[in-house]
């Protein structure tokens, strides 16, 4: 999904958020937008190479294999989820990070049924990942 999409899909719930939390729901944001930053650490770490420009437009290739987008992870979300009963602020996080990978996997289904044989070039656990390098 486009980045511009997610962004646009998050500021209804910060708005609904925003009068009964007030600036705390930009926590929300970190969640439902910044959580796609590992797609450009990913593209730092594999091309040396720190352009956000050309990150993007290499992001949108679907042909490339087992990329590791640690905030994406299993691993990562039980983290979150732990420390969403510790503090408030990474609740707010967590409910975020679920409205996104709402979307992520809504797309990704719909790229299942329109593209036969498409399948996900994401790594869905960092123990996985590391096991298979």
Do not use: C
């Amino acid at each position: 999904m486009f980045p511009i999409v997610h962004l646009l899909l998050s500021i209804i719930p910060i708005l609904l958020l925003f009068p009964i939390y007030k600036y705390l729901s930009f926590a929300f944001l970190i969640g439902s937008y910044l959580i796609d930053f590992d797609h450009y650490l990913w593209y730092v770490t594999y091309k040396k190479d720190l352009s956000l420009r050309r990150a993007y437009f290499w992001g949108r290739d679907t042909r490339k294999k087992d990329q590791l987008h640690i905030f994406h992870t299993i691993e990562f979300w039980i983290l979150m989820f732990v420390l969403s009963f510790v503090n408030f602020i990474f609740l707010l996080i967590f409910a975020g990070m679920v409205f996104h990978l709402i979307f992520d996997f809504v797309e990704y289904i719909y790229e299942e049924i329109s593209k036969k044989g498409h399948k996900s070039t994401r790594a869905f656990s960092f123990i996985m990942w590391l096991k298979r390098h």
